[in-house]
């Protein structure tokens, strides 16, 4: 079964740094891999997803994230945090062609912005 | 607006009373899901919907049913509530497979079972 690692249950940066949020995936198969943000007493929303289609994704707020196969990676960065990112960042992933009802969440990265 | 509602926010309860939490969506969705979250754990998904009538459990059923008898309604049902049931319970929904498509989240309800 499809499982994601995220590197780092808490990570901080000084506002204007690079943000760079670890995330390696294991599958049999090509997966697909999301990103969703969770702002405090909030639902999880989404930032942004590769299906297989270019290996580099633009997602919202200045995020992006890019598909590594070799490295099975799946990192997401920004280059330049702002206060307003400070939230809790999962990864996941899923693999539709063997079971399109099923997403593997990671345990999760909470990041902090310092000013 | 599109939204994914989730009632109550906030509940306390004791262990053996039966509880529902409801959620509603109002996108047409045929796609949802519910999910705990729990600390170091992630999201694990408790069960899922692919339209009216049709559900299926996922990682985490036990201890828990739902229903699908109206396609923006997706009930939890928790019959006999046990502390290890404490924790965040999420609602989502999607126009498609939850693999592929996006799923939009409830702003979730905190439970406690004492």
New interface residues.
């Given amino acids: 079964a499809q499982s994601v690692t995220q590197l780092g ?1 808490h990570v901080s940066v000084s506002e204007g740094a690079l943000v760079l949020l670890r995330c390696n995936y294991s599958s049999s198969v090509p997966p ?1 891999l999301f990103w969703y943000v969770q702002y405090p ?6 930032l942004l ?1 590769y ?1 297989s289609a270019a290996t580099l994704v633009k997602g919202i707020n200045g995020f992006e994230a890019e598909f590594k196969k070799s490295e099975t990676s799946f990192h997401l960065t920004k280059p330049s945090a702002h206060m307003s990112d400070a939230a809790e960042y ?1 990864c996941a992933v ?3 062609p063997l ?5 593997r ?4 990265t909470r990041l902090t912005v310092k000013p | 607006e599109a939204q994914v509602t989730q009632n109550p926010r906030y509940l306390i309860t004791v262990t053996g009373k039966k509880l529902t939490v409801t959620c509603s969506q109002n996108m047409n969705h045929e796609y949802m899901s519910w999910y705990r979250q729990d600390p170091g754990l992630g999201l694990r998904q408790i069960y899922y919907s692919m339209n009216v009538e049709v559900t299926d459990k996922g990682d985490v059923p036990e201890g828990y049913k739902v229903s699908r008898k109206e396609k923006r309604n997706f009930p939890l049902i928790l019959e006999s509530p046990s502390p290890n049931q404490t924790s965040l319970y999420f609602c989502a929904s999607s126009s498609g497979g939850i693999g592929t498509y996006e799923q939009y989240f409830g702003p979730g309800t905190r439970l406690t079972v004492t």
């Fill in positions: 249950s697909y007493n909030q639902g999880l929303q989404l997803k299906t999962f899923s693999d539709p079971n399109n009802n099923d997403m969440f990671g345990a999760g």
